[in-house]
């Protein structure tokens, strides 16, 4: 199956797919409402996210930005960043809408993306960051098998100064998407 348009949708209603080109306004609004409600996850503020272009979006949506949807409402995103080294992928952007945390989207979302993420000839590893203190994000990283590699100190988007948390996941590509009773 090619991680592309391939959904991970479930009998609970929530389907988790890649974005379409044409959903960048609606991935605009709900990085904007991320953002502003957890300013301490995220080093862009509300405001430089609602001034980027919406092509910016579009931009972000080829790269591999997979959603969370409950019928036509998008509950949660995370975003592969390939912009780097050719060999590293990057996990970017995960929000989960506040009612829906504990359900397992937030998962579902990373299995995705990490599918997404093997199906990329020359990855060879995924790494993520994360706000230092949210146990709930280091748990869930650490179940799908991300190594802690560290810390840095970097500024969030309310201006304050966190240890943000570094993660590794060499990617094991004997299978493109992850089994759907991990999900």
């Known amino acids: 199956m090619s991680p592309i348009g391939a959904s991970h949708g479930r009998a609970d209603g929530i389907a988790i797919r890649l974005f379409d080109a044409n959903e960048a306004e609606t991935y605009r609004r709900f990085r904007i409402a991320a953002i502003s409600a957890e300013p301490d996850a995220f080093t862009t503020t509300a405001d430089e996210a609602a001034g980027l272009p919406l092509d910016w979006y579009r931009t972000r949506i080829a790269e591999g930005v997979v959603g969370a949807f409950n019928g036509p409402t998008l ?13 590293t992928a990057w996990i970017r ?91």
């Not at 509950?75 to 060999?87: F, N, P, W």
């Not at 829906?100 to 989207?105: K, L, N, T």
């Not at 948390?165 to 991990?182: E, G, I, K, T």
């Open 75 to 87: 509950i949660g995103t995370a975003r592969l960043d390939t912009s780097g080294d050719a060999s």
């Open 93 to 183: 952007g995960l929000a989960v809408e506040p009612r829906w945390r504990g359900a397992g989207i937030g998962r579902r979302l990373v299995a995705m993306v990490l599918a997404e993420a093997r199906s990329r000839p020359g990855i060879d590893q995924v790494r993520l960051s994360f706000t230092a203190g949210n146990g709930a994000a280091e748990r869930l990283y650490a179940t799908l098998g991300f190594e802690r590699l560290g810390s840095e100190l970097r500024t969030t988007s309310s201006g304050e100064s966190r240890n943000k948390v570094l993660m590794r996941l060499r990617l094991d590509r004997s299978s493109a998407c992850p089994p759907q009773s991990r999900l």
